[in-house]
């Protein structure tokens, strides 16, 4: 609230509240009850709550009364923090002088002319209130709830606040602004005074001693009463604030720029008083109340950028006329306030330059620190540098421990936003306790950042500091023997836990995981970090690696539908074995790239590299690898509607495999064969040939090879009508998938499933599987899939006289398949509207979507699909002559 007569009135109402609204009848027998009575009436005190009048000189007595029945009936498990009467009376004279002067005539008390002409009567040393501060609203308020003098804290209650974070963060700027913030509200009638402490400079940090005398030197002692003793020193420093106290004129002191609680704790006062504290280190033996200061949330950082720049110049609208860039920019400085003020001041200079040529010049990382800093200093004096704020707080760290600024140097190293402590361990070459405590020291210092799970991050800017000094101590932190330890780690750990995808039991390498899931959760946890990898290793020119780590983590991206990285980490392994002129190697990550690229619709491309991978194999002399890459270039084939040359390709693939006597290779190319026959509708050899998949998987023990033999038998199955057969296919199929945590492919079995249930009759369930299904391939980001899943919704809402309904779904379903370009199954959903239209009666309608669902379908070359289509328009013309007729 603004205003002390509005404050007061606040706190009335809500103690009034709190207290349960008593009766006002109630709250006038108060005074008849004192002796002598106190006569009040209703609208007095109504008066009172309702913001009309204070209390008066003359029902002083009784407010005092009032304010104690009050707080008595205030309940225990309230959060309401009761307040002194001296507390009480404080605003009480606060709320009569400000109502005193609006209305032109004086205060009835010296308090009150304080409060209503200048709040604070004591000095005032603050800085300036930071120019154009924005954000924080969410710390501000929390900061300013702890300074509050008035609230009555209990005994042990701390009366500091330390606001904590790393250089740059703008702790200094939060400091100053919420001190500046308690002077407009009058809180600290003794003063408020700022102390730089100095605690990383290069002079040495300000001893408590110091401090003290700087203090009672503002506060009005002169040179020769200020005792020459530190100990004589607190003395007078602790005296002065009990006389301040017992005068209730509370004071606010700002220590900024703390390196210990040595420089602080001697210093703290008791209550009313308060204290601030800012400091890079989280300073956990100084007893307060910590407020966290990290980077500005994204607008946060947009704002503080638009309010720099018009700070000199109101008219300027680069931000507001470009909002993309502005984000951009914000993202290069870390959302970190000092950079972004750098940044503002260097676009204050050249007021024509465009943003997104700033963003140019921060976009090459190497030199995003030279950039971020400006030949002038802030209102502290300190210089306007990104990296100079760093070099503070790292010279702090050398001066520390030399080991912690080891880990720090090298935590630089660890690709993915953050790292595990297990990972650094690695990385640091230490065992995991000592690891933990160093990654805990770099944190209380804000170098580091924890996280959830035992993980840890840097700050973007940091990391690029970091990493800097990294190269220059290469040597001495033996940091390329650091990178390929660490890499190697990575490799052989995402090897291992690869061998444990496929397989419900655990058969996978126990020596590295305890069980399969320890092993899949390793991957969930690491899968970012292990992408990063890739990228940081061809970076670093270590190519084998990076191939071989890109292969190694490809089966689990798939696994769980990371297709956008898998897809650009293929390209990585593509460009590593060529630039090594690895032949080999290159085939094998040809055949990885063609996989992904046919998971992401473009077969042309997949089909290319599959039969560039082709050739290598054969001119290299091996032959079982030829013979599988045949089979992923006949399922690209298959999925390009390509039905002849795909058959012909998984013939080719069976022959190589039985030769070379992999079992498992051969009846995967046999299992896919079948889909191509489903292609050209021989469902009775594809069924039997999924079975016969279906039994050798089960027999080798490759449970998802199984679970997909079962979705393509019982695909088949429902073609045949067999639909009781089908449905069991699909449920065992899903039943495998469960046991895998592979929740995107129970999906499609559970879509399957509906389809099954479809053909018995069974719509309100199968309803019920496709929506469930759609929901999991929506999650994943598969929008063809879940097209194909809407289109199955459709057909259900349609058998269940649900047409409108239906309509939409199919719709929607077309509209996605269009964009995918994907004809066959856009030309199934349109037609499938169509029947939905014709039972709406929209004969039209119906008769266009049946046609240019025949057209489609005679594009991909599907003449059944297109008699099916020419059919069903020629029912929709007979029912609207019918109509027609009857009308």
Not at 471 to 484: G, S, Y
Not at 857 to 870: I, T, V, W
Request: hydrophobic fraction near 40%; proline fraction near 4%.
């Amino acid at each position: 609230m603004s205003g002390a007569a509005e404050r007061f009135w606040g706190e009335l109402r809500r103690l009034y509240d709190v207290a349960g609204a008593p009766p006002l009848s109630r709250l006038v027998k108060l005074g008849k009850d004192q002796q002598p009575p106190l006569r009040l009436g209703v609208a007095t005190i109504d008066d009172w709550l309702t913001a009309k009048a204070v209390p008066g000189h003359r029902s002083e007595r009784y407010f005092k009364v009032l304010i104690a029945f009050l707080q008595a009936r205030v309940p225990q498990e309230s959060a309401y923090q009761k307040r002194s009467e001296g507390v009480w009376l404080q605003m009480l004279a606060a709320a009569r002088g400000e109502r005193s002067a609006k209305r032109g005539g004086r205060p009835r008390s010296a308090q009150g002319l304080a409060e209503a002409s200048m709040p604070v009567r004591g000095p005032v040393t603050l800085p300036p209130d930071p120019v154009g501060f924005t954000g924080r609203s969410g710390l501000l308020e929390e900061l300013l709830d702890h300074l509050d003098p008035s609230i009555q804290s209990s005994p042990t209650a701390p009366v500091a606040s330390a606001i904590v974070g790393m250089g740059g963060a703008g702790k200094t700027a939060l400091a100053v602004h919420a001190s500046h913030r308690a002077r407009e509200r009058g809180w600290f009638t003794g003063g408020i005074l700022f102390a730089d402490l100095r605690g990383y400079g290069h002079s040495g940090p300000q001893q408590a001693g110091t401090t003290a005398e700087q203090f009672l030197r503002a506060l009005g002692l002169a040179d020769t009463a200020i005792p020459p003793t530190f100990e004589a020193k607190m003395d007078s420093w602790r005296a002065l604030l009990d006389r301040l106290a017992e005068s209730g004129n509370p004071l606010l002191a700002v220590l900024d720029n703390a390196a210990t609680a040595v420089q602080v704790s001697p210093l703290l006062p008791g209550p009313p008083h308060r204290v601030i504290v800012t400091s890079r280190h989280t300073l956990s033996a100084l007893p307060a109340h910590r407020v966290e200061v990290t980077a500005l949330s994204l607008h946060e950082a947009v704002e503080l950028l638009q309010r720099a720049l018009r700070a000199t110049r109101p008219g300027d609208n680069r931000v507001s006329d470009h909002p993309a860039d502005a984000k951009r920019l914000a993202k290069l400085c870390g959302r970190l306030p000092l950079a972004l003020h750098i940044i503002a001041a260097l676009l204050r200079d050249e007021p024509d330059r465009p943003l997104v040529d700033q963003i140019a010049d921060l976009s090459d990382a190497r030199t995003r620190l030279e950039i971020l800093q400006y030949d002038d200093v802030d209102e502290q004096g300190r210089p306007l540098s990104v990296r100079a704020a760093f070099d503070l707080s790292y010279s702090q760290l050398v001066s520390d421990d030399s080991e912690r600024a080891r880990a720090f140097r090298l935590l630089a190293l660890a690709p993915g936003s953050d790292i595990s402590t297990e990972t650094a361990a690695i990385l640091l070459d230490r065992p995991i306790a000592t690891t933990r405590r160093l990654l805990a020291g770099l944190t209380r210092a804000h170098l580091l950042e924890k996280q959830q799970s035992e993980r840890w991050a840097m700050h973007d800017l940091i990391r690029l500091y970091a990493d800097e000094l990294s190269r220059e101590q290469a040597n001495t932190d033996q940091r390329q023997t650091a990178i390929e330890r660490l890499l190697d780690y990575l490799l052989t750990s995402t090897r291992a836990a690869n061998s444990f995808l496929q397989f419900v039991h655990n058969a996978g390498d126990s020596q590295r995981f305890a069980d399969r899931h320890a092993a899949l959760s390793w991957l969930d946890d690491e899968y970012e970090c292990l992408v990063a990898a890739v990228r940081f290793a061809e970076d670093e020119n270590l190519l084998t690696v990076a191939a071989l780590l890109s292969l190694a983590l490809s089966p689990f991206l798939n696994w769980r539908r990371h297709i956008e990285d898998w897809l650009e980490i293929a390209q990585v392994a593509v460009r590593a074995t060529g630039a090594t002129r690895n032949r080999h190697g290159q085939a094998t990550a040809l055949n990885n790239l063609g996989l992904v690229l046919r998971q992401v619709r473009r077969f042309d491309e997949a089909i290319e590299a599959h039969r560039e991978s082709v050739s290598i194999f054969q001119s290299v002399g091996d032959r079982q690898r030829e013979g599988g890459v045949l089979h992923s270039l006949g399922l690209d084939l298959q999925e390009a509607r390509r039905f002849e040359e795909a058959a012909e390709t998984y013939q080719q693939s069976v022959e190589i495999l039985r030769e070379t006597g992999d079992r498992l290779g051969e009846q995967k190319a046999l299992d896919a064969s079948g889909v191509s026959l489903q292609g050209v509708r021989r469902f009775n050899e594809a069924a039997e040939l999924h079975r016969q998949a279906a039994s050798v998987f089960q027999e080798l023990g490759d449970w998802q090879c199984e679970a997909g033999a079962l979705t393509n038998l019982g695909v088949a199955l429902m073609e045949l009508s067999c639909f009781e057969e089908s449905l069991d296919a699909h449920i065992r199929a899903a039943e495998i998938y469960e046991d895998l945590d592979d929740r995107y492919r129970r999906a499609a079995a559970l879509d399957n499933q509906g389809t099954a249930l479809q053909g018995l009759q069974e719509f309100s369930k199968a309803l019920n599987l496709h929506q469930r299904a759609s929901e999991v391939f929506g999650e994943f980001g598969d929008q063809h899939r879940r097209a194909g899943s809407l289109d199955n919704q459709g057909t259900a809402l349609y058998r269940l006289r649900r047409f409108r309904e239906a309509l939409r779904v199919h719709q929607e379903s077309a509209q996605i398949f269009e964009r995918f370009r994907d004809t066959h199954r856009r030309a199934r959903a349109i037609g499938n509207g169509g029947g939905a239209l014709l039972r709406l009666r929209r004969f039209d309608e119906s008769i266009d979507a049946f046609r240019q669902a025949a057209e489609l379908y005679r594009q991909d070359g599907d003449l059944h699909g297109e008699g099916r289509s020419l059919e069903n328009m020629t029912i929709a013309h007979n029912e609207r002559w019918r109509a027609q007729r009857v009308n």
